[in-house]
């Protein structure tokens, strides 16, 4: 790559313009020659509003500028012209627009306009406050008369309200007294910067896309209404100006409105060493956000607002923003300061650009260039949306939000390419509608289904958000899923995915892209996955969601079946993975005799002669090892970035990136390092040479991917955290944070170790290194050595175990036996008393009557059937009633008071191997639950000393709570499985007794155990038998019971079917061993 890439770009470091502040972005002096890069640079926004770092008072210099304020979202459209059209094609583009410029302030000092190419600049310097999200610029200007001025300028676009931007406007006279006019406006006259040959750079309209129909000037506010003539938004910015430090006179300045500009001028004496503070307030209210008739009402609302607190108070709820955010999300790199800059630079660029409303996304400029219309691409999901995922969570899901909102729209697409059931979402869009019109490099990418639906399922594995999954999640999983049954094809028996491109833009329209397969494969699953969790947690919302998108029975069915049977093949001669059935019959790109000045490859070649040869643009199987790394061996890896590398011209700026994550994994840790580097600082010091058009939102979140994803290792595999980190030799330390599951994890990595430390959350459970399982409390810390070798993954198949209590408790068995006739006994000799009549005592048939008969929601029916059977009536009571009331409450309660004063002064212990084995469980991090019909289990569970090994406890004060339901149902597992935050089929429920459940009650467990054989004696309803008799804990630990797991995962699929109501049972086995009553 790097002898190839030297024809191309190379990364110097030392060639940066800014100094490495940890905190700052600096330039000083003005560097005229990089007016262009810095208005870039230095933009400020809010993921609503973007403004580039234009000045003030306009550019008068020999290079270019472009002024621009973006609204995320608001766009103008147009109609694609096709010289030759085809059924399909997109038929409008849409274009975010360059709107009202609310920036111009104009200084003049005794009749001098102050500008930064007349006169001298005698001091200068602008600042990106990264930590408080401002950007300053501080002159020290003496006009051409001699005249000295200090101006400070300070530029906020809020973070606690997306529509209001605010500029601090100060000056102080130095050498002189004199008039100071100070000209505040608001200008309409705005176009896009039109590049129709290179869509990388502006957009693809020409001439004023927003009309002025209304401007409005009162006192210090004025406003300017604007629209577009095809999409039919309408914008009003609006301005309201104070001025202090100085009496002064305020002077309306009469601009008609075609000349689309109102202005308010102050006029004041200034005095020598005063400072006089402009602060000039901006609103941006458009009709994409309220109704029409509201904007001018809500705007100037907004404005009095904002005035009546003063900036002082913006200026403190921005820097609680921002302390808030650097929290969550900063990364410190001890060794290098210009990449520690780099780092927080580009995460202080995705927080500006990055929608948060849920209507809208993130651009591949931002908020900070007109390239590529603005239009929102896969980049969001894969690319920046994990730093928001694992940072700042809240900030991740309005993303996925605005991609449900647009699934309507996604719908009718699919529809449009003859898909009748599922949705296809757009390659380039604003709105929900496809914008490209190059479809071997836009529609055919229809991997962004994948990509999407994989995103989902990444948010609801870090979270559990059960209620996203519910309304949200799982419609656009199954409809995702949905599209791909109709446009795949079976061949051969293989699910296999024909014409279609993947990330690699230089090859288009194949079959078989092995990116597309194997994403649509685990797309399938997740849908699968995600209909069996509604389908036994949530039946009600499944049901509705069948109705909402026309369910047609057995779909799910055909998930798993494409998924568990989708063509991914493999070279076995090469070990390498074909990118497509055609890859490797091409002829290789001659990279040798391509000179540097013809790279990228798309702006010098036509599209046929690239598509012919063997030559990637970007990361495209290589993605997949990264996404998807636990699907793929440690050889395999290596192989095929071997393979491919050589091959990649890295020509996207999402490519290296990836490149450095999984050269990270595989061992290649210059190589990673030195991708790294040409990713960490591409935009600050524009390493491609064209961050004057804006930056580049998915290489800076591939930035943080690189080091948390490529050099910590981190990775999501079966829900559970994973770090392998290494320390770059370049470094002495880094330290990142996490977001998982509502918990905070630091984690600083040095030459040899690993420290983790949890800093919010209950707990959290990871791996480390692949081979260690760690389980952190709140403040807790574990350091760890850095493991000296590579290993394959090897995940775990299950999440948790459920055990039921007695299977530890049998031992005091009797003792319940005995605290049931004390307490009956009692209850009966009181009834004597009243009604004379002669009460048999409870025989050990009833007794066990009494212990097993749990049915529905009524944990007491063995003892209301005792009681009938006596002729005995009383009421059901409460859980409060004292032990000697005559309720079925009260008895209970009598019995349980028996019980603990018979066991109270014994030694309730549990034995070694039941001890062996919940200590190995827990210190392998899995989840441990025990789950018991008896109120008494907390208690048993502290008077043994074993709490403290139990995740989650479900006991009979919990199931009488809820409402749970009793046998023959398994509701007490299937809550406790909720409570360890996974779901059943990633538990194994482990029973001392079976006899009494149904044969579908355990249906999606993972495994299922009983330390009895089900007995011969059945009811009206099939009973449940277990997929393995286990009579003994002795040498049982969490391997055994990973082999168990895979042992009967080898025989699932022809019981899959059985599952679904086919077939409900599970047909048992059986190993030897005695498990004997636990002595104390």
């Known amino acids: 790559f790097f002898s190839t890439m030297s024809k191309r770009r190379q990364y110097a470091p030392g060639t940066t313009l800014y100094d490495p502040d940890p905190w700052h972005v600096i330039e000083s002096p003005y560097i005229p020659e990089a007016h262009m890069k810095n208005e870039t640079i230095f933009a400020v926004g809010n993921g609503y509003i973007g403004m580039r770092a234009s000045f003030e008072e306009g550019y008068e210099g020999a290079h270019s500028s472009v002024k621009g304020i973006f609204l995320n979202g608001f766009y103008e459209r147009h109609e694609i012209k096709y010289p030759e059209g085809a059924f399909g094609y997109a038929r409008y ?89 100070l000209q505040s406006g608001l200008d309409g006259k705005v176009t896009n910067l039109t590049a129709e040959n290179d869509p990388r750079v502006g957009a693809n309209i020409s001439g004023q896309a927003l009309q002025t129909i209304y401007t409005k000037q009162k006192g210090t506010y004025a406003c300017i209404e604007q629209r577009t003539q095809v999409s039919q938004f309408f914008l009003v910015c609006a301005m309201d100006n104070t ?54 009402r809500r705007s100037s609302q907004m404005l009095r607002e904002a005035v009546s607190q003063g900036y002082e108070a913006y200026e403190q709820q921005q820097a609680e923003f921002y302390r808030h955010f650097w929290a969550q999300s900063d990364i410190e790199i001890r060794g290098d300061p210009y990449l520690q800059q780099g780092m927080r630079f580009n995460m202080f660029h995705l927080v500006q650009s990055t929608g948060r409303d849920g209507s809208t996304n993130v651009g591949a400029k931002g908020l900070t260039g007109e390239g590529y219309n603005g239009h929102y691409f896969w980049d969001g999901e894969v690319y920046v949306l994990p730093f928001f995922l694992y940072t700042n969570p809240e900030m991740a899901k309005p993303l996925l939000l605005h991609r449900y909102h647009t699934l309507d729209s996604a719908r009718d697409r699919a529809r449009e390419m003859s898909i009748q059931r599922g949705a296809l979402f757009p390659w380039r869009t604003i709105c929900g509608e496809e914008c490209s019109s190059f479809f071997p490099a836009g529609t055919a990418q229809v991997h962004i289904n994948s990509d999407i639906a994989y995103a989902f399922n990444s948010y609801i594995q870090a979270t559990n958000d059960r209620d996203f999954l519910v309304h949200y999640g799982a419609e656009v999983l199954f409809e995702t899923a949905r599209f791909w049954i109709e446009f795949g094809t079976w061949q051969n028996n293989t699910f296999q995915i024909h014409g279609v491109t993947g990330p690699d833009e230089y090859t288009a329209i194949v079959d078989n892209n092995f990116y597309t397969n194997i994403m649509a494969m685990v797309n399938l699953q997740n849908a699968h996955d995600a209909y069996a969790i509604l389908q036994s947690e949530e039946p009600e919302a499944l049901q509705l969601l069948k109705g909402k998108i026309g369910w047609v029975e057995g779909e799910e069915m055909e998930w798993e079946r494409a998924s568990k049977k989708m063509y991914l093949p493999h070279d076995k001669s090469t070990n390498i993975h074909p990118q497509d059935d055609s890859f490797l019959k091409k002829k290789p790109w001659d990279f040798e005799d391509t000179p540097r000045s013809k790279y990228p490859l798309l702006m010098h070649f036509h599209p046929l002669v690239i598509y012919k040869h063997r030559v990637c643009k970007q990361a495209d199987l290589i993605l997949a090892h990264f996404l998807l790394g636990d699907k793929f061996t440690l050889k395999e890896k290596r192989a095929d970035f071997d393979y491919y590398e050589p091959l990649t011209t890295h020509d996207s700026s999402l490519s290296t990136s990836i490149f450095s994550i999984v050269a990270s994994e595989i061992g290649y840790h210059t190589k990673a390092y030195e991708y790294f580097m040409c990713t960490a600082r591409m935009d600050i010091d524009d390493v491609n040479k064209n961050v004057h058009h804006g930056i580049h939102t998915a290489c800076m979140g591939g930035t943080w991917l690189c080091l948390v994803g490529g050099f910590a290792g981190m990775r999501v595999y079966n829900k559970m955290l994973h770090f392998d980190p290494y320390l770059p030799m370049e470094w002495d330390s880094y330290v990142f944070h996490l977001t998982f599951k509502g918990a905070r994890l630091k984690v600083e990595i040095t030459g040899k170790t690993a420290t983790y430390t949890l800093i919010d959350g209950k707990s959290l459970r990871f791996i480390h290194s692949w081979t260690t399982r760690v389980s952190l409390k709140t403040g807790k810390s574990v350091t760890l050595k850095l493991k000296d070798k590579f290993t394959d993954i090897a995940t775990l198949e299950f999440d948790g175990v459920i055990f039921e209590m007695d299977l530890f408790t049998a031992q005091i068995d009797e003792y319940h036996q005995q605290a049931w006739n004390e307490a009956l006994n009692e209850f009966l000799a009181r009834r004597r008393k009243i009604d004379g009549k002669d009460y048999p005592p409870p025989s050990h048939e009833e007794y066990e009557i009494l212990k097993h008969t749990v049915t529905g929601s009524d944990r007491h029916a063995g003892l209301r059937q005792f009681l009938q059977s006596r002729g005995i009536d009383v009421p059901p009571g409460t859980s409060i009633d004292p032990p000697t009331e005559a309720t079925i409450c009260g008895l209970s309660n009598l019995k349980r008071t028996k019980f603990r004063e018979i066991v109270e002064p014994l030694d309730v212990s549990v034995d070694a191997d039941s001890l062996a084995l919940l200590k190995d469980l827990h210190e392998e991090g899995i989840q441990v639950a025990c789950v018991s019909y008896s109120k008494n289990c907390r208690w048993l569970l502290e008077k043994a000393g074993v709490i403290h090994l139990f995740n989650v406890v479900v006991d009979g004060q919990k199931f009488s709570e809820l409402g749970l339901a009793g046998k023959p149902a398994a509701d007490l597992f299937i809550r406790a499985a909720e409570e360890m935050n996974t779901q059943p089929m990633r538990c194994v429920a482990w029973l001392q007794d079976i006899d009494g459940y149904r044969a579908d009650a355990f249906k999606h467990f993972k495994l299922l155990l009983s330390a009895s054989a089900p007995s011969e004696v059945q009811g009206e309803e099939l009973p449940a038998e277990p997929d393995l008799v286990v009579s003994s804990f002795k040498d049982v630990n969490t391997d055994v019971i990973e082999e168990w797991v895979k042992q009967e995962q080898e025989k699932s699929f022809s019981r899959m079917k059985g599952r679904h109501g086919s077939r409900l049972g599970r047909s048992s086995s059986s190993l030897t061993g005695d498990i004997s009553p636990k002595k104390q």
């Open 243 to 296: 001025l202090e430090g100085a009496a002064h006179t305020v002077q309306e300045e009469f601009h008609d409105i075609h000349s689309q500009k109102k202005f308010v001028k102050f006029t004041c004496d200034g005095k020598k060493g005063e400072t006089l503070v402009l602060t000039k307030w901006i609103t941006y209210i458009t009709s994409r956000d309220y109704e029409k008739d509201e904007l001018h």
């Open 93 to 181: 583009d849409d274009t975010m627009l360059n709107v009202t410029n609310s920036l111009p302030i104009l200084l003049t000092i005794e009749g001098e306009r102050f500008s930064m190419f007349r006169g001298q600049v005698l001091d200068y310097n602008r600042v990106l406050v990264l930590q408080a999200g401002v950007m300053t610029r501080s002159i020290l200007w003496q006009s051409p008369k001699g005249h000295q001025v200090q101006i400070t300028i300070t530029r906020c676009v809020c973070q606690v309200n997306k529509h209001l931007a605010i500029i601090r406007y100060s000056v102080k006279p130095v050498n002189f007294d004199g008039k100071i006019e």
